[in-house]
């Protein structure tokens, strides 16, 4: 398949735009676009924020304004560029109004630092994206796999929005949790997943790992085990890795801590190192880009106990491709489904995998 026939890059469109590009939102996500747009030469107009967040506070030398002021000073005919990411209902409703009402993109930026999916970009991994597309199972997973191409070189917020589905087609469809499982969580956060997996066994389970490094979400971690969990739990703080050492770690108290150049010494586990051995019946990895390392460090596990494989596939520009292979590479018989749960721009999109 030729994937660059699928829609021109957003970056190509808006250097060759000539009306005015205004940002939606502040922070990270807009300081990545603005970053961007520096180095090819984009020239953005304005920066507006929703009507409750705008206080007279100016980003990045514009002044923050209402989208009722942008469009008075620009009119209707302009290029909306989002520039934050969010799952809730309500937030996701604005921005779908926006694009029914302006010219809207959600240019994608990688959330871990590293190569912007572009024409260079597709072009580069055509071969890698190709393989993967071929090893998913299902026709479900072939349409998030292309409309992932179309949106993260289009920005067009149409293509997620078309291949969307809620977490519970996948638990109930394909992964079908039990109350036997031998559940290890890689990124545990403050126990939101483990509640997520235990939601469909009526709270049971065989045994529970859990590996969160962040200190302060390690702590709502065992608060959340002692108040909630009962049985065989062990709670590691360690980032996961593809060995037992020390790295530096941005410690950020939310979802996005990381490995990082800067930051505190944290431990970091490889997941066949914790389990020494120990069945697991059900990984989930979210280790905010280092999907490759716990990937390598939890090899043994996976190979041995082919367990459910959730893993976040959307925190650097190749993940949905390169992390498919990965496990196809290691384990052949695994069933592989990538799916896309209601985000702008295109997180959660997950890899799947289940044995026969």
Partial sequence: MGFLALEQSVWTRLQEETRPIVLYGMGDGADKILDRFEALGIAASGVFASDEFVRGHSFRGFQVQKLSEIVERFGQDLVIVIAFASQRAEVLAKMYDLDARFDVVAPDVPVVQGPVFDEAFVHAHQDEMERALDCMADEQSRRVFLDTVRFKLSGKLRYMRASETDKAEIFRAVLHPTDEEHFADLGAYNG????????????????????????RNFRKLSAFAEQSLSGAVELVQAGAWSEDTVLRFSDQAGRQSRVAARGRETQMRALDSVLGGRICTYLKMDVEGAEREAIQGAAQTIRQYRPKLNIAAYHQSADFFELPLLIHDLCPDYRLYLRHH?????WDTNLYAVCP
Avoid: H, K
């Avoid at 209601?342 to 295109?346: K, N, Q, S, W």
């Fill in 342 to 346: 209601p985000y702008v721009p295109a």
């Fill in 192 to 215: 939101d997943t483990i509640r997520e997996l235990l939601s469909y066994t009526g709270g049971a389970f065989a045994s529970i790992t859990a590996l969160e490094p962040d200190r």
